[in-house]
C-alpha cells in the first residue's frame, strides 16, 4: 500500500469508529429518554381534592374552609398556602392545638396518603372578606404546593352547621 491509500483508509476507519461510537451514544440516551417520563411520572405527587366547602359564616369578615386533599402518588407533597384574591384579603393555613388556632407555614400531604382539614383541626383561614358568602355560592380558592404547584379549587358555601361526616 502506498502512503496516500494508507491515510485514506485511516480516515475511513477514524470516522467510522466515531460515527459508531456516537451512534452507540445517541442509542443510549434515546433508552435512557424513554425511560424517563415513567420515572417522572412515578416520582411526583398524584393529588386530588374532595370535599371542599366554606360554612355559612356568622361573622363577615372571616370565614373557615375545609377540604382533604388525597395524594395517591409515592411522593410527599406540602401545602405552602392558598389564595381567594376575589373573596378574601387574606387567606391562611391553620390548625387548631389545645383549643387554640395558629397559623403554620405549610401542611404535610403525606405519598399514599391523605390531608384532612375538617373543623376542629387544620383548616383554611379567610380573613378580610369582601362579601359575606351565602348558602350555595361557590368561591374560587387556589391552593399552593411545593410539588405539584398551584391546584384551584371551587369551595361550595354550604350551610352555618353543615357537617359532611353526617353524609357519609
Same mark, same amino acid.
Given at each position: 500500500m502506498n502512503r496516500?491509500?494508507?491515510r485514506t483508509l485511516s480516515f475511513v476507519a477514524t470516522a467510522l469508529a466515531g460515527a459508531?461510537?456516537?451512534t452507540g451514544c445517541n442509542g443510549e440516551t434515546n433508552t435512557s429518554a424513554s425511560r424517563t417520563?415513567?420515572?417522572?411520572?412515578?416520582s411526583k405527587p398524584k393529588l386530588e381534592v374532595t370535599g371542599a366547602?366554606?360554612?355559612e359564616p356568622a361573622t363577615a369578615d372571616m370565614a373557615g374552609g375545609f377540604l382533604t386533599v388525597r395524594n395517591s402518588g409515592s411522593v410527599a407533597d406540602k401545602l &405552602?398556602?392558598?389564595t381567594a384574591s376575589a373573596f378574601a384579603g387574606k387567606a391562611e393555613i391553620h390548625e387548631t392545638k389545645d383549643g387554640r388556632m395558629q397559623q403554620v407555614t405549610s401542611f404535610d400531604v403525606p405519598a399514599n396518603g391523605t390531608l384532612d382539614l375538617k373543623r376542629g383541626g387544620s383548616h383554611l383561614m379567610f380573613l378580610d372578606v369582601k362579601r359575606k358568602p351565602k348558602k350555595g355560592d361557590r368561591i374560587a380558592v387556589e391552593l399552593h404546593f411545593e410539588k405539584s404547584g398551584t391546584v384551584k379549587v371551587d369551595m361550595q358555601v354550604e350551610a352555618a &352547621?353543615?357537617?359532611p361526616q353526617q353524609h357519609h
Open positions: 496516500r491509500t494508507t459508531l461510537a456516537l417520563p415513567a420515572a417522572q411520572t412515578d366547602f366554606i360554612p &405552602t398556602s392558598v &352547621t353543615h357537617n
